[in-house]
């Protein structure tokens, strides 16, 4: 039977098992820096070399949240015969690449984060980005998984061999062939440039929140920034006091409530790392609270009550009327991301901002032009345009056993079982798939929740002497069916907005329908009768 804390935590926490610095920096010091350059820190593990590729059991693609939970989870089953290409010098995915001022998570600390790897030590109950990098570090090396990263090592193409029974994966640094492939590069990995007339002549500096350009000096700049979502309201107040004029341009208004954030006092700190237990139960009191957070979204006639206290925390924090109804949204609460900021609102309440509503029609040189023919100076573009969820090129690299692309399969809108397996493309497990995303949740709970689904299936390959398992298109076609008629009345679908959740289809293929506890119960166990299993094994030539 399941208790509370079964919910939210698998196998015995280690006590302070991330929470040791000197971890990392003593076993890889050449990659303390999140910013080195290839020439700073050379990849520690051994790379393909010659004609013949090598093979492993698993292969997992990424070394964010995903791909680090897939190998430490397999190193604590006990197999080792598994690989992770990473495209990049430093593990950590997201947190590695998303280094803007005032980077921070929205998930609260105790619950965004492993739950078979505490971290008593956080500072905040709010974790900034550094300390989740710093995290995650620590725990790929208390983990020894380091030894099986190949950094560097960017996939260009992963094809499934229906004789052999295996992928062939190619990348940068060579040929690579696997039973198995762990897709976990996470939705959140391609930045999105909105294709905007005349951007490529702009003289100016240009990045987007996840590539910030740290030589760029921002101050007495004058600075634009485009997006209205969850990184530019932790970037516009940082970079405020330093402009001397911001614009920023908005296209729909966030809902946005009060942050709860508040540092983690010393004695906490000490009482969570002296006793575990009481760590474990904070999460699973964090985890139910926000489970509750879904209701208003899956029955939108109780959004009145968040949306009354969003409305509230503008009021209260924007005095000017004009600016108050520019930014006040226009849609259900819910439908875009609601986010969370006590000091976005104050600064664009300063005299060196402006919001700009109107669209952009055009970028010159050293200008911005707005749809309305304005024309506005700028000395740097700060793109928080998002990124390619519903999109993503890593499909289009993926080829399954008829030789077609995920995106050729796909057809402009994603679809998995259990957001993990696809039909068609034989032992691939996706983690952070099609429709596993929160907005009230923890998406580590659910990495965790694939996680283990994927080690049931590598258990039943080995025990019934299974080459590869390929759920049933029928199977995955129900599954989703049922899912897209849960979403119908929830307040993706009825809020009337338009957001990245929504693929150019207008399906919803991104967000899991309600509370994250089914979901946990659906991967609980790997049922293979509702997968083609395939016994004719080959050996790898």
């Known amino acids: 039977r399941a208790t509370v804390l079964d919910w939210v935590s698998y196998g015995s926490p280690i006590q302070d098992s991330c929470g040791r610095r000197e971890v990392w920096s003593q076993k890889h010091p050449r990659t303390l820096n999140p910013m080195a350059t290839t020439e700073q820190a050379p990849p520690p593990a051994d790379e393909a070399t010659g004609s013949d590729a090598k093979h492993f059991k698993v292969a997992i693609v990424g070394s964010g949240f995903s791909g680090l939970g897939m190998a430490i989870r397999l190193k604590q089953e006990g197999i080792d015969d598994f690989v992770v290409f990473e495209r990049a010098d430093d593990v950590g995915g997201t947190w590695r690449d998303n280094t803007y001022p005032g980077v921070a998570c929205d998930v609260p600390s105790h619950l965004y984060s492993f739950s078979f790897a505490p971290n008593p030590g956080w500072s905040r109950t709010f974790s900034p980005g550094h300390e989740i990098q710093d995290y995650l570090r620590r725990c790929a090396g208390h983990f020894d998984v380091i030894p099986h990263v190949r950094f560097r090592h960017a996939v260009t193409e992963a094809r499934w061999d229906d004789v052999a029974q295996r992928w062939e994966i190619d990348t940068t640094q060579g040929r690579f062939t ?24 702009f003289e100016g500096a240009a990045f987007h929140t996840a590539q910030w350009d740290h030589e760029v000096d921002l101050r007495g700049r004058r600075v634009a920034v485009l997006g209205t ?10 970079i405020q006091p330093q402009a001397e004029k911001l614009h920023l341009f908005q296209r729909t208004p966030a809902w946005i409530m009060p942050h709860p954030d508040r540092p983690i006092s010393a004695r906490e700190r000490t009482v969570y790392k002296r006793l575990p237990l009481a760590q474990r139960a904070m999460r ?79 970028i010159r040189p050293h200008s911005i032009v707005s ?128 957001s990245w959740y929504l693929d150019d289809t207008g399906r919803n293929t991104t967000l899991w329908p309600g509370s994250t506890w089914p979901f946990r119960r659906h991967t609980r166990r790997f049922d293979p009768s509702l997968y083609t299993l395939n016994k004719r094994a080959r050996a790898p030539v």
């Open 178 to 201: 696997a039973q198995v492939l762990v897709a976990g590069m996470g939705g959140l990995s391609e930045p999105k440039i909105p294709d905007i007339p005349g951007l490529a002549t």
């Open 229 to 238: 979502g969850a990184s530019s309201i932790q970037v516009v107040p940082q």
């Open 284 to 362: 699973a009191a964090i985890y139910w609270a926000r489970e509750t957070f879904v209701i208003p979204f899956v029955r939108p006639k109780l959004a009145q009550l968040p949306e009354s206290q969003a409305r509230k925390h503008l009021a209260k924090q924007v005095k000017d009327r004009e600016l108050r109804r520019k930014l006040t949204p226009d849609y259900t609460i819910g439908c875009k991301r609601i986010l969370i900021s006590n000091d976005y609102y104050p600064a664009l309440s300063q005299p060196n901002v402006e919001l700009v509503t109107d669209g952009i029609k055009e």
């Open 371 to 498: 749809s309305d023919g304005s024309e506005r100076e700028v000395d740097a573009i700060v793109f928080g345009t998002g990124f390619r969820v519903t999109d993503m090129p890593a499909a289009e690299l993926v080829r399954g056993r008829d030789g077609r692309t995920l995106s050729e399969t796909w057809s402009g809108s994603m679809q998995a079982y259990l957001g993990t397996s696809i039909a068609g493309f034989p032992n691939l497990f996706m983690l952070v798939g099609p429709n596993t995303g929160l907005g009230h949740n923890s998406i580590v709970f659910m990495i965790e929740s694939q996680v283990e689904y994927v080690l049931g299936a590598l258990r039943t390959m080995d025990a019934q002497g299974v080459a590869s398992v390929d759920v049933r298109r029928e199977v995955q076609d129900a599954y989703n069916a049922g899912l897209q008629e849960r979403l119908e009345g929830t307040v993706w679908s009825t809020g009337g907005c338009a």
